[in-house]
């Protein structure tokens, strides 16, 4: 069987239809809120004169429900420094357990003495999660946003603390899901599972515990969707989350963060695949000119099992003979010997249909709108998806689609990366990669305002974090050590900065893939044709 059309809506990871609307902005600035606050306009939007898009800053200040009836409160709350930090800034807000804890792993000193401080770090796992905006035919992911957080116990050193403490999450302003998908209505035609209303594959829902996984907190799964409950029908693809961490048995509350929980299901199939497209073919629905298109070219071929027209047993899960590392993750069971994968399939059938750079990957994964590569290598050094990933072909090649993927060491050589995927990666003081540099495809500072809420929350700054004080109770000698070997080396104090971490600057522009990386794929097409 070759590749199929079925691929034609999967990208592995991504997914589907519809179209985003850019996160709101306030077009005019209030004279007020700067008298209030006594900042100038500038401090929370791009112009300096103030109105249009906000910053970073700016966003997080608009987040806070009491910003209008109380800006000089919000402001407070929201940063409780003046825009430009001192050299120590303030970590997370913290609550004092009592001394008698019981518990063994909270304590109410801070190394020399005082008050213990606490901060989570926050983020999702993905730059972006992808589900279905219709089920009723096609599926390739489900709603399943993931959330993780680790804990430490501010000190010198700073101790992740994974004891004595529970892990909450909510999603702001979004409540539910049922009624804004109709994913619960094919669940069981899907997956073989019947699930509660708003509860998602793995038991989670839009609020609840996070699990300790090891060294951190994580909520798999979750069914977000893009539409909020208070503007149910617009899409937002950067949902919000709060997280919050108390002390298990007191339930005093010990820190919290807000984090984005990027959701989309922007996807332009209807380019190739609208009625009258791709051989004329007129169904009255996207998805169902693609199935009757699949069946046409690729029906003679269907695997035993699997037989039979898909037109006439939808919905169609495609990974039921295409194979999807992701699904796979999640603890499904997915694809047919011999089948290609959903990746390779996608990649594969389309690597000459599109532009060759983001506007081609913008033809299936989200998209014009959502602007799912949002990171500081994309908006500030020029970078673009091929040139982590390769073109389409190359992306095809890869035998482990979502367990092999680029790597940061690729190309910052003096960054130790300890697993195969960033995601997964930890460094400096066992922290993961992505707790202080954001998630795969928003690496900090990221391009979108709400990415960068929770570093504003932590040092009073966009991100990467890199005031060390946000963990450190003092300010620690020597300099920083980005390997995760080691400690700080005994050289002066390195004072923190406004701009990201050296080692995220490339040496040169790097707009095509390096020599390591083009090696690395030339041998997998090798393997591919062996």
């Known amino acids: 069987m070759g590749p199929g059309l079925l691929g034609i809506v999967v990208a592995t990871g ?18 007020s809120y700067a008298q209030a606050t006594g900042q100038s306009c500038g401090v ?3 112009s300096p004169a103030g109105g249009g898009q906000l910053t970073a800053r700016g966003a997080a200040f608009a987040a806070i429900p009491t910003h209008r009836a109380d800006p000089a409160g919000a402001w407070a709350q929201m940063s409780g420094s003046a825009p430009t930090p001192a050299a120590t800034p303030a970590p997370m807000a913290t ?11 909270i304590g109410d000193s801070n190394g020399g003495g005082g008050t213990a401080r606490y901060v989570v770090l926050a983020w999702n796992d993905l730059g972006m999660h992808c589900y279905n905006g ?22 010198d050193p700073p101790a992740v603390i994974t004891q004595g403490i529970t892990v909450s999450y909510e999603m702001e302003d979004n409540s539910y899901s049922v009624g804004k998908t109709n994913f619960w209505s094919y669940v069981q035609k899907l997956f073989g599972v019947s699930l509660p209303d708003n509860i998602g594959l793995k038991g989670k829902g839009l609020s609840g515990t996070m699990d300790l996984e090891n060294d951190h907190f994580v909520a798999e799964g979750i069914p977000l969707t893009e539409f909020t409950d208070s503007q149910p029908s617009t899409p937002e693809p950067y949902q919000m989350a709060t997280i919050v961490v108390r002390d298990a048995v007191t339930g005093v509350e010990l820190a919290r963060t807000r984090t984005v929980a990027p959701v989309s299901t922007e996807m332009h199939c209807d380019s190739c695949h609208k009625d009258g497209g791709v051989e004329r073919i007129s169904t009255g629905r996207v998805a169902t000119n693609i199935l009757a298109l699949h069946d046409k070219e690729n029906q003679r071929e269907y695997p035993a099992g699997h037989t039979g027209a ?5 919905p169609v899960l495609c990974a039921e003979c295409h194979s999807s590392n992701a699904l796979d993750a999640a603890g499904l069971k997915t694809g047919v010997a011999g089948v290609p994968s959903l990746s390779k399939a996608m990649h594969g059938t389309h690597a000459d249909k599109v532009p060759v750079g983001i506007d081609g990957c913008y033809s299936c994964h989200p998209g ?11 908006s500030q050094y020029g970078m673009d998806c091929t040139s982590c990933h390769g073109d389409m072909k190359q992306v095809a090649s890869n035998r482990s689609p979502w367990l092999s993927e680029p790597r940061c060491d690729s190309c910052h050589g003096d960054v130790h990366q300890d697993n195969a995927l960033y995601r997964l990666s930890k460094g400096h003081g066992g922290l993961y990669c992505a ?3 954001d998630s795969p495809h928003a690496i900090a500072p990221s391009s979108q305002p709400r990415d960068g809420i929770k570093f504003e929350l932590l040092q009073g700054h966009n991100g990467p974090i890199d005031s060390c004080t946000v963990c450190h109770a003092s300010q620690p000698q020597g300099v920083f050590d980005m390997s995760g070997k080691g400690g700080p080396a005994p050289v002066p104090t390195v004072a923190p900065t406004r701009t990201p971490l050296p080692t995220m600057a490339p040496t040169s522009t790097p707009t095509k893939p390096d020599d390591r990386r083009r090696k690395d794929r030339k041998s997998r ?3 591919d044709r062996d």
């Open 14 to 31: 991504i997914a589907l239809t519809g179209y985003m609307a850019a996160a709101p902005t306030p077009t005019l600035a209030t004279g």
């Open 44 to 46: 929370c939007h791009v």
């Open 95 to 105: 609550a004092t357990p009592p001394p008698n804890n019981t518990t063994g792993s």
């Open 134 to 155: 219709d089920f009723q035919d096609i599926a390739i992911l489900p709603p399943y946003n993931t959330l993780w957080a680790q804990v430490l116990k501010v000190g």
């Open 310 to 314: 898909l037109m006439d047993r939808r």
């Open 368 to 378: 014009p709108s959502t602007k799912c590569l949002r990171d500081v290598m994309s």
């Open 435 to 437: 707790a202080c540099h």
């Open 525 to 527: 097409d090798d393997d």
